[in-house]
Every structure is written in structure tokens, then in C-alpha cells.
Nanobody, 123 residues
């Protein structure tokens, strides 16, 4: 398993921006596809974005497309989620995940998870 630590969450007004980081403790980070998910109170964990090991391909939920950008720096063992034009409905705990064995869009595909970081968007 890959150990993951998220950071960068916080409180922001609607329309603002945040950048989340996820640092991985593993030698071979560059071989792992990575994903970001989020979970709001009373709701299921949902897919936000994912990126292939090379960074060549990325995928987004329709709800964040055009506002969020996933990226990675394999030299720093870190994946990022740049979130712009934030909305109150983006409020959730955000989790990064590594090494999906199946479909990138499904939380059940991922073996390793971080502890999460809270993002709160006020209206």
C-alpha cells in the first residue's frame, strides 16, 4: 500500500480558489495512477478527478470540469488538485487515492487512501 497525506484544505468564500496536495510515501510513485474523491456529510464518496501515472491523461467529474485541474509532480511524489470558482456544493472532505485496480471513477478500485482534508465553501 501507498501512504498518502493530503493538505491544503480550508475555508474559502464562493468564487475563491484552493490547491490541495497529496504527498505519497513510496519509492515508485511514478507508476501509480492517482485519484481525488470527496465526501459530503450524509452522502457517498464521489469521484472528482484522476490522473494517469505519466500525467498524460486526466479525467474529471462533470460537476468540476472546467473549474478543477489535477496534476502531478513525480519528482516530488505529489499530486495536486487546483480548485477554482469554488461553490458551496463543493464543500466536503477531499481524499486522494492511489493504485486503482479497475475503473478510475470508482472508489472501490483504489487500494490506498489518505486521511482526507476538509474544504468548506461559504456562500
Amino acid at each position: 500500500q501507498v501512504q498518502l497525506v493530503e493538505s491544503g484544505g480550508g475555508l474559502v468564500q464562493a468564487g475563491g480558489s484552493l490547491r490541495l496536495s497529496c504527498a505519497a510515501s513510496v519509492r515508485t510513485f511514478s507508476v501509480y495512477d492517482m485519484g481525488w474523491f470527496r465526501q459530503a456529510p450524509g452522502k457517498e464518496r464521489e469521484f472528482v478527478a484522476a490522473i494517469r501515472w505519466s500525467g498524460a491523461s486526466s479525467y474529471y467529474a462533470d460537476s468540476v470540469k472546467g473549474r478543477f485541474t489535477i496534476s502531478r509532480d513525480n519528482a516530488k511524489n505529489t499530486v495536486y488538485l487546483q480548485m477554482n470558482s469554488l461553490k458551496p456544493e463543493d464543500t466536503a472532505v477531499y481524499y486522494c487515492a492511489a493504485d486503482p485496480s479497475g475503473d478510475l471513477y470508482y472508489a472501490s478500485s483504489y487500494d490506498s487512501w489518505g486521511q482526507g482534508t476538509q474544504v468548506t465553501v461559504s456562500s
